[in-house]
């Protein structure tokens, strides 16, 4: 049974930086993809960044790329998003995924078997 908590979500200013965590039970977090997607308010679940099995490949939406990098580290089972730069619609929740394979090249919701409940990451003007 997989099982993925966030943390570090937080309300900040424009311009700063958060590093948000996944930790991740379960024996096959070192050979599965990770995603973070989000939610923004009254928005549909979105596709942030992608990471495959170990760290070689990873996947970013238009709207992050080159302010958050996607990370992780397999001895520790967990998986990191710093978000740096951090504007107003970044606001939302964010959310972890475990993928059903060790790449998954596209952004498509429906390859990730397991979800995290969330964190919350509010950024205010």
């Known amino acids: 049974q997989v099982q993925l908590v966030e943390s570090g979500g937080d309300s900040v200013q424009a311009g700063d930086s958060l590093r948000l965590s996944c930790a991740a039970s379960?024996?096959?977090?070192?050979?599965?993809?990770m995603g973070w997607f989000r939610q923004a308010p009254g928005k549909e679940r979105e596709f942030a960044a992608i990471?495959?099995?170990?760290?070689?490949?990873?996947l970013y939406a238009d709207s992050v790329k080159g302010r958050f990098t996607i990370s992780r580290d397999n001895a520790k089972k967990t998986v990191y998003l710093q978000m740096n730069k951090l504007i107003p619609e970044d606001t939302a929740v964010y959310y972890c995924a475990q993928g059903l394979k060790g790449w998954i090249g596209s952004s498509s919701q429906a390859v990730f078997g397991s979800w995290g409940q969330g964190t919350r990451v509010t950024v205010s003007s």
């Open positions: 990471i495959n099995w170990n760290g070689g490949d990873t």
């Open positions: 379960g024996p096959t977090f070192s050979t599965s993809a």
